[in-house]
C-alpha cells in the first residue's frame, strides 16, 4: 500500500520558517492535506487541497506539492506552531486514505 | 456545522470485539464518506476505514479482515466493529467526515479512549 515519509522532527526557532515535508512515490499526483495537532487535541485541518487553507487558518500557513514531496511551511513561527502536523491522502489505487507518520515541530 | 460525537465502552478485554458509534447531528448522513481514525498512546493517526453513505465500505489493509463498518441512516448513526482486538488496539478512536473519497477529513468527534485489557 502507499506510504507517505515524514521527518520525526522538526525544530524551528521563533520568527522564523517553518518546512516539514511529507514523501511519496509520484506524490505530485495526489493531493495532499496537512493537519495540526496540539497534545490532548482533535487533529485541526490547516491546509487542503496540497495549498488552500480553510478560513480560519493564518496565511503563515501554506503548502506545496511536486514530484515525490509535498511541503507544509509555516512562516513567522510562534509558540502557539508547537505541534505535531500530519500529511494525508487518498490512495486511488485502493480507494482508501492513507496518513504520514506525523512530524513534532519544536520552538525553540 | 455538523457534530458527531462517538460512543461505546472504554474498557474492552482482548481477544474480544471493540463497537463504537458515531452519532451525527446538525446534518444528514447521507452523500459523505463516514470514518474511523485512531491514534495508539502517544504515536500517529491510523485511518482505520469508511463506510460511504450507500453502504460500500473499505478498510486498512492493515488490519485484515477485522473490521466492519456499518452505517443506521435512520438513526444518522455509523459504527465501528473491529474484532479479535489486543493491547496494540488501545488507542484514541475517532469519527470523521470527508465529502467526497480523496477530501480532507473536514469534521471530526472529540474521540474516545478505548483500552484493551489484557
Known amino acids: 500500500s502507499y506510504v507517505l515519509t515524514q521527518p520525526p522532527s522538526v525544530s524551528v526557532a521563533p520568527g522564523q520558517t517553518a518546512t516539514i515535508s511529507c514523501g511519496g512515490n509520484?506524490?505530485?499526483?495526489?493531493?495532499v492535506h496537512w493537519y495540526q495537532q496540539r497534545p490532548g487535541r482533535t487533529p485541526v485541518l490547516v491546509v487542503y487541497?496540497?495549498?488552500d487553507r480553510p478560513s480560519g487558518i493564518p496565511e503563515r500557513f501554506s503548502g506545496s506539492n511536486s514530484g515525490n514531496t509535498a511541503t507544509l511551511a509555516i512562516s513567522r513561527v510562534e509558540a502557539g506552531d508547537e505541534a505535531d502536523y500530519y500529511c494525508?491522502?487518498?490512495?486511488?489505487?485502493?480507494?482508501?486514505?492513507?496518513f504520514g507518520g506525523g512530524t513534532k515541530l519544536t520552538v525553540l | 456545522q455538523v457534530q458527531l460525537q462517538e460512543s461505546g465502552p472504554g474498557l474492552v478485554k482482548s481477544s474480544e470485539t471493540l463497537s463504537l458509534t458515531c452519532t451525527v447531528s446538525?446534518?444528514?448522513?447521507?452523500?459523505?464518506?463516514w470514518n474511523w481514525i485512531r491514534q495508539s498512546p502517544g504515536k500517529g493517526l491510523e485511518w482505520i476505514g469508511y463506510?460511504?453513505?450507500?453502504?460500500?465500505?473499505n478498510h486498512n489493509p492493515s488490519l485484515k479482515s477485522r473490521v466492519t463498518v456499518s452505517v443506521d441512516t435512520s438513526k444518522n448513526q455509523f459504527s465501528l466493529e473491529l474484532r479479535s482486538v489486543t493491547v496494540a488496539d488501545t488507542a484514541v478512536y475517532y469519527c470523521a467526515r470527508a465529502p467526497y473519497g480523496g477530501a480532507s477529513f473536514d469534521d471530526w468527534g472529540q474521540g474516545t479512549l478505548v483500552t484493551v485489557s489484557s
Open positions: 509520484n506524490l505530485g499526483d495526489k493531493t
Open positions: 494525508l491522502v487518498w490512495d486511488g489505487n485502493g480507494d482508501l486514505w492513507v
Open positions: 463506510i460511504f453513505y450507500t453502504g460500500s465500505t
Open positions: 487541497d496540497d495549498s
Open positions: 446538525g446534518g444528514s448522513i447521507s452523500i459523505y464518506y
